[in-house]
């Protein structure tokens, strides 16, 4: 391959560049922009810049406060800083959810929400032959997890519903919820509960959460193991005392407060 040709040919994304120039507007002096302010600034037009802002918009990443003026949103500081929380969430996760694995010897999880996928960024694996294996990096909806509803928990009807209105959810089986009606009575109840339990393919997981200052859910563990030893009333009562303490230590390192 011609490296001096290649690096003649173009490959930028004029919309993409104008979007996260927009986003690069604000600042902390800055908070608030209009959009005729956006579009000198691009040196366009308004109508040429409306699709590009309707879109951060429509994603979360613009917020409007009035009809022509815009702050930054709340997903800008979720994707910011999703990862370097995720680092330090693991740090201090790690030796505790070992330990949990070893005092239960069932596979143990972290994860953290992004959008409606529950990322898996820890895993402390229990050496059986029928242990629970979901890899670091695996990404699963929310729906469809213990700790996925676990991350769901914290968000009000308003914003499952802007998190949910482009996505199907009658297309996973059951026990999955099949409509977002039928996933907001289900958090519901697992709030009140303070913890989920949920089956799937001969396998058992319980999870919690993890809180940070300000009680807010930060990440979910959880314990998993074969169906026919997490179905034992004794048992799944000590996993579950197990793992509840387990988050408390966890949210008290990282900060945080438990519910």
Request: proline content about 5%.
């Amino acid at each position: 391959m011609n490296l001096d040709i290649e690096r003649d040919v173009d490959y930028r994304v004029p919309a993409l560049q104008r979007g996260l120039m927009v986003l690069e507007m604000f600042s902390s002096q800055q908070r608030q922009l209009s959009s005729h302010d956006i579009a000198e600034r691009l040196g366009l037009s308004v109508s040429a810049i409306y699709r590009i802002l309707h879109t951060l918009l429509e994603m979360g990443y613009l917020n409007k406060i009035s009809k022509n003026t815009f702050e930054l949103g709340p997903q800008v500081m979720c994707n910011g800083f999703s990862y370097l929380a995720s680092r330090d969430i693991v740090e201090i996760a790690m030796p505790h959810l070992n330990n949990l694995r070893d005092r239960t010897s069932m596979t143990c999880h972290l994860s953290i929400r992004e959008q409606t996928d529950s990322l898996y960024i820890y895993r402390a694996f229990a050496a059986q032959r029928l242990s629970v294996n979901i890899p670091i990096g695996s990404r699963l909806p929310c729906h469809c997890t213990a700790m996925g509803r676990v991350l769901l928990c914290d968000l009000s009807e308003l914003e499952l519903d802007n998190l949910y209105r482009h996505v199907r959810l009658d297309d996973y089986p059951p026990p999955a919820p099949k409509t977002l009606p039928e996933l907001i009575k289900i958090l519901v109840s697992d709030r009140e509960t303070g913890w989920v339990l949920h089956r799937s393919d001969y396998s058992t997981a319980i999870a919690c959460a993890i809180n940070d200052h300000t009680g807010k859910v930060v990440a979910a563990i959880n314990l998993s193991g074969p169906e026919a030893i997490l179905d034992n009333p004794e048992t799944q009562l000590i996993c579950r005392e197990h793992l509840l303490k387990t988050a408390k230590v966890i949210s008290r390192e990282f900060g945080g407060v438990n519910r």
